[in-house]
Structure formats: C-alpha cells, structure tokens
C-alpha cells in the first residue's frame, strides 16, 4: 500500500492506517520535539498531543500529499505551545530513549555543549524550532515555509534572526563567564 | 567565544546529540487513543482547531457579520420575537459541533445520539454489543463502531442511504445514473460489476428490516479502473450518500468487504460495511461484526 492510500485510509477512520503512517515517522518526530523543548518528557507529551490532533483533524486536511507538511506543522506549533506556557505533567514510568552518543570526533566541547544548552533556553521557542527544523531536521527555508505557513521569504528572515539571537545569548554567556571570573 | 560563522556548524553538531528513539509505548498509547477519539468531518467548521486556515477564519468572520447583521434588522422589524413551534422532533445536540460519538461502551445494549436523520423524522440507531467496544463516529448519516481492543482496528461503519458512485476519474463523487437505490439494487450492482470477485449474495432479516448482503473476495485481475485521486493502483469506487457528507467507498485489491443493505422503511436503506484490510482476518472480522449487525434496529 502507498503512502498516500495510508493517508486515506486514515482519514476515512482506519486507525490502524493511521499508526503504520507514523510508524515509520515517529522517531524523527520525537527527536525534533526534544530538540524544541529540549526536555524528554515535554517532547514526549507534546507528541502524544500533536497527534491526536493530527488524527482527529485528519479529515480537514484536503491534498494526501500535503501529510507531512501538515503533520510537522502540527508538532511544531504543539511544542511551541508547550514551551510558551508551564505543564503539569504526570509521572510515567517508561523506558529511557535511545541517546546517540557524542563522536570521539565531536566538534563540540563539554563547554561548548552546556554553553549552546543556555543560550537555546534564552530564545524564544519559535526561535527554537525554527533551529531545529533547518539544523536537526534538515529542511530549507522553502520546506520550513510550507511547514510553518508563512511565506519563504519571511522563512528566511526568520532564521536569520535566529542566528542573531543565539548569537546574541551566547555572546550574553560568555560575558556573564568573564564577570564571574573576575568577581571569583 | 563562538563566531557568528561558526554557529550554524555548531547547532548541527550539536542537535546531531541527544536522543533519535521515540519510546515504544508512544505509539502503542496512540493506537489505544485513536480508538476512541472521533474524528472531525471534513465539512465541519472546527472552531476550537488551533489549525484555522486563513480563508476558513474569513469565512467564520463574514459569517458572524451576517449573522449580526441580520439579527439586528430582525430585532427593529418584529420587535420581541415571537414564540415558534418547535421542531418536529428534538434536534441532535451536536450536529454543528463535535462528533456525539460515546467513546468506550460498556457490554449492553446502546442507540445513537445523533446518526439516522431522514425525512425529517429521527430514526435512531439501536444495537447491542459484548465488552471491548467503542463508538467513535455518530452523525446523522454515519455511525461507527470499533472493537476496541483490536489493534487493527477495523471499523464496523452504519450509514444512511447508500448510493452507488459513477466512477469516473477524477473520481468525482458523482450517484451512478439507472442504479436504484434499494438493497436489492444495491447488491445486484456489486455482484455483477466487472472488476470485483464476490461472493453469492444471500437474503437476511434483521428486528423487521429485511436486505441483502454480498461479500467482496477482492479484485479481478485484468481490472484496470482507477481512483488516483485517492490510489494509484486497481481500484473499484461503490459508495456514496445521497446526503452531502464526507464518505466515499472505494476498494483497492487488498480488501475484503462485508456489504449489508437493509430496508429500514419509509424509503431509507441503511448500509452496513464491514472492511478487512488483513484479508486472513475477513472472516473473524465479519463473525464478530455480524453478531453485532444482528443486534440493530431502526427505531421510528
């Protein structure tokens, strides 16, 4: 079955349509809403939302081919709702995930690591995602457009301007680095 | 400190960190969901969506205008409005809103909030099912039913006036001219349509409502009718409704369906679709779904 009868299976109700849908998308999904929120248990949470809303929504979505377009928009503006606002969230007991662990050739140093944490937690989370869309997950402006529903251009400015701004904390970082160096 | 030059390296190596697995009960806990949450119609003005696209919002905004407008010129013509009969039978509670879908049902007997308008008159659903059954669908023209512990969820779907679809690319929904719209109608077009293997068509009466049901065993062949507005491979389209609504019956060639058309009276036919996409599973599918089926009644 192609993925586009998945789509309409879905939406004429089939569940089981629905999870072979994400299946095979439900990884990649998780990891770009813990590169948002930048915590395992929002990301998680924010998921299990996104897709119920997808799920229950599915039949307004009019062009099969416009899935995962649609699907990630959904997650990302989940996770920025998430992280714009405080959760409560319940305990679960749960497996830990998977985590890919640091090359011996990492680019990145401890410091810089706890350096660029701190600076991502000083930006506003549609900065945040728009990060993640472009450096986790890959897409250009043009896809993150189409994503976001914004036009290309304003894709762009966008992402721009959050490379100022993590540019910007980071500067912040390291000058509060240096005073605490001297007051030390 | 870190150069503007470098932050883009930076962010992909260091997104490229950190966790790519999402935890297994993610998706089993979706599948539970799915089960019993009701999806939206497609013709429905989902007002507490935070997805609106922007000509849905104009449409909402000119809409309220209208209605504003309108009320307004009402209320300096007549003056208090007057008292009004009331409607002939009482209005579902939820037609313009979500779905009155029940969610979980207990084991017993059970009858739709909203399905079965027709004529004016409410003809209501009423059906008995064992433990592990949820209702996730009630309109008044479709109905569905799911086991809910079947983790390949197959619906069992109740809808009025079944008509069949000229199928014709680009798939239009489009009722087929000369075709009737009786059960008996109805299964005399699956059974002799020339893409589809079906089994014999036989006679059934449920609590007074007597119809026919016809299996379809998959597809034929040298069959080459297309739906690729929906697939891309072989394709049968059957079912539509003659009220305006979302649902659309087509068959791609690794189904097994179930067809029962009964003649609940007053002109209204009800269709009951029991699909496998499994095809091992049709007939475990169609023994548990019958016992159900068996159960229905058509109040009036």
Redesign the interface.
């Known amino acids: 079955m192609v993925e586009q009868d998945l789509v309409l299976a879905a939406q004429r109700g089939d569940g089981a349509a629905f999870v072979d849908l994400l299946r095979p998308r439900i990884d990649r999904l998780f990891a770009l809403a813990h590169r948002i929120l930048r915590d395992v248990d929002g990301a998680e949470d924010a998921l299990q939302d996104a897709l119920i809303v997808v799920w229950r929504d599915l039949r307004t979505l009019r062009d099969p081919t416009r899935f995962d377009a649609w699907l990630h928009r959904v997650v990302v503006r989940e996770c920025i709702d998430d992280a714009s606002r405080e959760r409560r969230r319940m305990a679960k007991v749960r497996a830990l995930p998977d985590v890919e662990p640091a090359a011996p050739d990492s680019l990145l140093t401890l410091a810089d690591r706890d350096q660029i944490e701190r600076g991502l937690k000083r930006l506003a989370p549609d900065q945040r995602a728009i990060l993640a869309l472009h450096h986790y997950a890959g897409f250009e402006p043009t896809e993150i457009a189409a994503i976001l529903g914004i036009p290309p251009g304003t894709a762009r400015s966008r992402l721009h301007r959050a490379h100022q701004a993590m540019r910007a904390a980071l500067d912040a970082d390291a000058r509060l680095a240096v005073a605490r160096g001297r007051s030390a | 400190?870190?150069q503007?030059r470098d932050?883009?390296?930076?962010?992909?190596?260091?997104?490229?960190?950190?966790?790519?697995?999402?935890?297994?009960?993610?998706?089993d806990?979706?599948?539970a969901?799915?089960?019993t949450?009701?999806?939206?119609?497609?013709w429905r003005v989902?007002l507490r969506?935070?997805?609106q696209p922007t000509w849905r919002l104009l449409l909402i905004a000119v809409m309220l205008g209208a209605v504003i407008i309108v009320g307004a010129a009402l209320l300096q013509i007549g003056g208090r409005p007057r008292p009004r009969a009331g409607p002939e039978f009482p209005a579902p509670p939820c037609l313009l809103s979500d779905s009155c879908a029940s969610g979980e049902l207990t084991a017993g007997q059970h009858e739709s909030t909203a399905f079965g308008t027709f004529g004016g008159k409410r003809h209501t659903l009423t059906f008995t099912v064992p433990d592990g059954w949820a209702n996730?669908?009630d309109t008044d023209i479709e109905y569905?039913l799911?086991p809910r512990l079947d983790?390949?969820?197959?619906?069992l779907?109740v809808l009025t006036s079944p008509v069949i679809v000229d199928q014709q690319e680009p798939c239009t929904k489009t009722p087929k001219a000369g075709v009737g719209e009786s059960p008996d109608d109805l299964v005399a077009y699956i059974a002799s349509h020339p893409g589809l293997e079906v089994g014999t068509p036989q006679r059934i009466s449920i609590n007074g409502m007597s119809g026919q049901y016809i299996d379809v065993l998959g597809m034929k062949p040298d069959w080459t009718g297309t739906c690729t507005r929906?697939?891309?491979?072989q394709t049968v389209v059957l079912l539509m409704q003659r009220e305006p609504g979302?649902f659309l019956w087509w068959m791609?060639s690794?189904e097994q369906t179930r067809f029962v058309f009964l003649d609940a009276g007053e002109g209204l036919t009800i269709g009951v679709v029991i699909d496998a996409?499994i095809q091992e599973l049709f007939q475990r599918l169609v023994d548990d779904q019958m016992r159900v089926v068996q159960t229905m009644s058509i109040a009036k």
């Open positions: 400190m870190i503007e932050i883009g390296r930076l962010l992909d190596a260091f997104y490229a960190e950190g966790p790519r697995q999402a935890p297994d009960w993610l998706l806990d979706l599948q969901r799915v089960n949450q009701a999806q939206r119609a497609d989902s969506s935070r997805y996730v669908y569905m799911r983790s390949q969820g197959n619906p779907h929906y697939t891309d491979g979302p791609d690794t996409r």
